[in-house]
């Protein structure tokens, strides 16, 4: 008898143990989802024991079917590809654009070698230069080799970061006044329609006049080509942002706004305490939409300002012209869209860790 109710309370703390591993994995896959990675949940349950039958189903439908549609594309690519004749060669297939990108990667780390190796003659050089007494002979250069395909990324990241963060603290402020205040509204609201439709390339000559006559490249990590890029970008992408705020502060519920007032709450608390929280769901739509504007309109931008990015590198391999820019311009479409879809993610996630909605 004793062993039967050991073997029962045994079962009991297992199924106990296994509804917790199930909770917290039914917990992670919600952020899973939202960094593109839904086809782990299904890899977790199976590991922890659910329905075999079950899961495999749900694997196929998040992961196998996609990996099905990637595949095709790469054979429709490949076939076709070699078909399209251009001043420039034939189309490049996987193979090529993927040998591309190996070479970009393989350019970046000599770059990186012979930076670390100038900088390891440099310091040698020093050190010999204060021990022989000569310390005013030092001398503290840096590496002026050509960007990487890398450093082209990292540049391109840091322009539409910019460019986003001036967007947001334009936008936000903007859409709250706008959506709190009706006559506010009616006046941005025209100009709003005026200039949401406007290309980034009517924006360019007007910011590059602007910026030209008014900044000289104060600081060194803050090129006057990066700030021009920049600038489009907000110009381009703070509508998004803006509308979106306006829309969820002015959907706030109204009995909520009669209880602020009620308790005679000054306007900053009720814009922190009531409207920002119950608006948060559209404001973060909002910035997603903002960001994948400006990501789009970067790459124009940098093209034109010559802004070290990604856009320059794309018009620098057209009018290259050689054999491989082709595949090398490819190989820049590709990862355009990679990072584009990971920012997105992003901003997904930072969604669902500070809006209730998105949690529930």
Known sequence: M?????????????????????TKINKASGWL??????????????????????????????????????GAFLVLWGVLAPQVQTSLGAVPGPAAVWSQALNLWE????????????????DERNAKLEAEGKADKVKWRSYTGKPTYI??????????????????????????????????????????QIFKPVSPLAWLPIVTMIVSATYADAYEWLSKSLLISAVTVTLCSMWPTLIN????????????????????????????????????????TGLRLSLGVGWMVLIAAEML??????????????????????????VAVFTIGIIGFALDRLMFALQRAFTFSANR
């Open 245 to 284: 705020t306006a829309l969820g502060v002015a959907s706030v519920d109204k009995d909520l706004m009669n209880v602020g007032r009620v308790l005679q709450l000054p306007t900053w608390k009720t814009v922190t305490k009531l409207v920002l929280p119950s608006s948060l769901p559209l404001i973060f």
């Open 2 to 22: 004793a062993n039967v109710e050991t073997t029962e309370v045994s079962q009991l703390a297992r199924q106990a143990r296994k509804e917790r591993l199930f």
């Open 151 to 192: 450093d082209q990324i990292g540049t391109s990241l840091i322009t539409v970061g910019l460019g986003f963060l001036i967007a947001t603290l334009i936008a936000v402020p903007l859409g709250i006044a706008s959506g709190l205040s009706r006559t506010f509204n009616g006046a941005i609201n025209p100009l709003i």
């Open 305 to 330: 300002a010559q802004n070290p990015g990604l856009g320059k590198f794309v018009w620098d391999e057209f009018q290259n012209g050689s054999s491989q820019s082709l595949a090398k311009i490819m």
């Open 107 to 122: 350019d970046h780390v000599r770059e990186r070698e012979k930076a670390s190796d100038f900088y390891a003659r440099q």
């Open 33 to 70: 989802d939202a960094l593109g990675l839904s086809w782990v949940t299904p890899l977790l349950k199976i590991a922890a024991g659910d329905s075999l039958h079950e899961q495999l189903g749900e694997l196929k439908r998040v992961l196998l079917v996609p990996l099905i549609g990637i």
